[in-house]
């Protein structure tokens, strides 16, 4: 079963929508060890530290096909805003596994300006049902997943970091290309590091190193200017 990010690049890549029920979409997280095992092997190597491992393809979307910036600009929902909370969270990615076996990181934003609509909505899922019952958005909060995280358990520290795209939200403004789920409350980071620009004061200053179509567009078409970015997306109505 593929992850998010697996289903991601394919509606990326072959635009098709997602119209069919499955078992979980974060299931290939699932490495056969659960948190309470990997605690336990670190113990066992007189260790109080441990690292939970990414699955192949889970770091958001670092190997995401996008063909141009129109596609990247009409497939995702533009949220301005800043991280003013954020709450790790254990879940068991797999009907197979005994208990949690992946850690991630929820951050609430709060909205400043939603700007286009997501062309694809991320079917109701553990994860996205945990967030929002621990973290229930407030107002136009929207509340954002990111995999990764450090999390104690059984007197070890463990650590699901590493990758760019993990590095933490800190609180200021962003820019962040999300697709979302049903309710417009819950979104995930699709594109990765092409997902995320920092906003400094109208600049926009993306996660992303490598040149590539978003970040390249963006620069190109608008100047890296948040200004320039939001009079050409349209806001959607207001719900």
């Keep these: 079963m593929k992850s998010k990010t697996s289903l991601f690049r394919g509606w990326a890549f072959i635009g098709l929508l997602l119209s069919t029920s499955c078992e979980s979409t974060t299931h290939s997280n699932y490495h056969g060890l659960t948190l309470r095992d990997y605690a336990r092997k670190a113990r066992e190597r007189g260790s109080r530290e441990a690292l939970v491992p990414y699955a192949f393809d889970e770091e958001e979307g670092e190997m995401l096909i996008i063909r141009n910036l129109d596609e990247a600009i009409n497939s995702y929902q533009w949220v301005v805003g800043e991280p003013i909370e954020e709450q790790t969270l254990t879940v068991a990615t797999s009907k197979r596994s005994p208990s949690a076996d992946s850690i991630y990181t929820v951050y609430r934003i709060r909205v400043e300006k939603r700007l286009g609509k ?7 899922d553990s994860i996205e049902e945990k967030a929002l019952r621990d973290m229930p958005p407030r107002g136009d909060d929207v509340l954002v997943i990111k995999s ?9 520290l463990l650590k699901k970091r590493g990758s760019l795209c993990f590095s933490e939200l800190m609180p200021r403004r962003y820019l ?7 309710s417009g ?14 906003v400094n004061g109208d600049r926009l200053s993306s996660r992303e190193t490598n040149l590539e179509v978003v970040t390249t567009g963006i620069k190109e078409q608008f100047g890296d200017s948040l200004a320039a970015f939001s009079k050409a997306v349209q806001s959607p109505p207001t719900r």
């Excluded at 997501?118 to 109701?124: D, G, R």
């Excluded at 990764?148 to 070890?156: A, F, H, K, M």
């Excluded at 962040?176 to 049903?182: H, R, Y």
């Excluded at 409350?185 to 920092?198: D, E, N, P, T, Y």
């Design 148 to 156: 990764g995280g450090n999390t104690v358990v059984d007197g070890v």
């Design 118 to 124: 997501s062309k694809y909505q991320i079917p109701a």
């Design 176 to 182: 962040l290309g999300l697709t979302m789920d049903s």
């Design 185 to 198: 409350r819950v979104g995930w980071l699709a594109m990765g590091c092409r997902s995320i620009f920092a």
